[in-house]
């Protein structure tokens, strides 16, 4: 692109935001049921959070990387694409990650696990428990149907911000979380364009929560090793 | 000056004089009370009003049947009202899918598909044109533009020969919110041909310095994007009162005068208002009627929404 300087964020929005909404609400019909079971992936990612044990961890890890693998397919795929031509593009970025949480569940390694700061144990939980009540609310307050609700595991910003609370709990490596960042970054910016209330509040939720982490510990605790960090 | 004819026949008149060329197609002539105002295309003196529909963002739906049902409605609102030219992209996501079913509903007569093509090189270009073409259900284009320019020494000679064996009448380029207006003049001044679609509203004048006048000396008609600073420029000045000119010309609403004082340039051939509501259809297309400002009068409403906005 020539004169890349001369274009402002409003270049790139090529929809409205009653599309956007509109594009959510027929989403969430056509793929309901899947919303209780991403009720159940939720509850099973928060449980994990809560009793850090490495089995319940990896499982979680697990979860985490089905849930973006299917919002990678199911929303950017096969509904944002309709009206948005980077979609296929964040799909890729959305598959990636799902790879890295599969990894991360996985992956060799034989770093102690530090006790968890209560600090970032509560930065998880409320960055995770965040999208199940707060965006509803500030949805609602948008005067948005709760049929336009963005639920985690059904559309990208819950499942995003849930993943940045269990990666903050974690202390997982810098590399998982350059991709749920980013995203937070580009749908602030879209949200913002469309001049949606609560735009800020993403990129916020990813500067918080790299915040907690950077200010946490910088000793990994790795999802294989075996020491429980309660006992 | 406020505007001096109380006649829309000595209107018109004056208005073709002053224009070097606007006139009343005859068959509109024949639908009162507000006849939508044509003006010649520079290339073949082809009738076209003044007023068409854009597609960025409104038209862009994907498959949401209530959004296309209501595009469908707006379509069907803009040819009613007299309109012909709508304008879209591949770039424009859905919009040219959303087009196309409400061409295929409604079967307008006088349709004047606009498109473009936006790929990098020429072989795709072929493969996007005739993709487009299937979206828009129409047997072939009437306009393709090279879309911000984008690999145009490869488009433009294809065009241009698509247009010689008779699969498209009109040939052009665009660009958007000023950018890239030094090449623009060059291929204006160096190819045959037929459109030129630039940004231009009250606020956004450079053009009025050089590609304005060039478009009149080569006889390019001009396509007008952006009429409202993608509606930045109509939420600027809402609720802020009317001056008293608008009255005189006829307008009861700020996107009204914004249009006029638009396609009143006498280089205008269209000026492509995008909108999602009926409600503002009927609202642009009464911009391309009735009295239009003069020059003086034009000075002074860019001078207004310089201040106001």
């Known amino acids: 692109m020539s004169e890349w300087w001369t274009y402002s964020l409003s270049d790139f929005l090529m929809f409205s935001s009653r599309s956007y909404y509109r594009l959510i609400e027929s989403y969430n019909a056509a793929v309901w049921p899947a919303h209780l079971v991403a009720l159940v992936a939720g509850v099973i990612v928060l449980g994990a959070i809560a009793r850090p044990r490495q089995n319940l961890q990896r499982s979680a890890a697990l979860v985490l990387a089905a849930v973006w693998g ?136 990813a500067l918080t929560a790299v915040l907690a982490r950077v200010m946490g510990s910088k000793t990994p605790r790795d999802l294989n090793s075996t020491a429980n960090p309660r006992s | ?100 079913e409400a061409v295929q509903a409604l079967k307008p007569a006088r349709l004047f598909s606009a498109d473009k093509v936006w790929v990098s090189g020429g072989a795709r270009g072929v493969a996007q044109v005739e993709a487009s073409r299937k979206l828009w259900r129409v047997p072939r284009f009437d306009l393709l533009q090279v879309h911000n320019l984008l690999s145009w020494e490869e488009h433009l000679p294809i065009l241009l020969a698509m247009k010689r064996e008779g699969r498209l009448r009109y040939v052009g380029i665009t660009t958007s919110e000023g950018r890239r207006h030094a090449e623009i003049e060059k291929i204006m001044a160096s190819q045959p041909i037929d459109f030129v679609q630039i940004s231009y509203n009250a606020l956004d004048r450079e053009v009025e310095q050089r590609i304005l006048p060039l478009a009149r000396e080569r006889k390019i008609g001009v396509i007008v994007n952006r009429p409202f600073r993608q509606g930045d420029l109509t939420q600027a000045l809402a609720g802020k009162p009317l001056p008293g000119w608008a009255a005189d010309i006829g307008c009861t609403t700020w996107a009204q005068a914004l249009l006029k004082f638009i396609v009143s340039h006498p280089a205008v051939t269209c000026a492509i208002p995008a909108t999602s509501s009926v409600a503002h259809v009927r609202e642009n297309l009464l911009a391309g009627t009735g009295r239009m400002p003069d020059e003086a009068l034009r000075k002074r409403i860019a001078q207004d929404v310089e201040r106001l906005a």
């Not at chain 1, 199911?74 to 990636?96: D, G, K, S």
């Not at chain 2, 209501?70 to 899918?97: I, K, N, W």
């Open chain 1, 70 to 205: 299917w919002v990678a397919w199911a929303y950017q795929l096969e509904r944002y694409a309709e009206i948005n031509t980077a979609a296929p593009y964040f799909a890729a970025a959305f598959a990636v990650q799902a790879l890295l949480l599969c990894w991360l569940a996985y992956r060799p390694g034989n770093a102690a696990p530090a006790p968890q700061p209560l600090t970032l144990g509560l930065s998880g939980l409320a960055i995770f428990a965040y999208p199940l009540l707060a965006l509803a609310l500030a949805l609602a307050r948008d005067g948005g149907e709760w049929r336009q609700a963005e639920v985690f595991g059904i559309v990208p910003d819950p499942t995003v911000v849930a993943t940045l609370g269990a990666l903050l709990a974690w202390r997982a490596p810098a590399i998982f979380w350059l991709i749920p960042v980013l995203w937070c970054l580009v749908s602030g910016a879209t949200l913002m364009e469309l001049k949606i209330n609560h735009a800020w509040l993403l990129p916020v939720l």
């Open chain 2, 1 to 100: 000056m406020p505007p001096t004819s109380p006649s829309r026949r000595h209107l018109l008149a004056s208005m073709i004089a002053a224009s070097g060329g606007l006139a009343l197609s005859p068959l509109l002539a024949a639908a009162p009370p507000a006849p939508l105002l044509t003006r010649p295309i520079p290339s073949t003196g082809e009738q076209l009003p003044v007023v068409g529909l854009g597609s960025w963002i409104t038209f862009n739906l994907g498959r949401d049947p209530q959004g296309r049902r209501e595009a469908t409605d707006v379509m069907r609102q803009f040819f009613a009202g007299g309109g012909r030219l709508v304008d879209s992209s591949p770039m424009y996501g859905s919009a040219q899918d959303v087009i196309g």
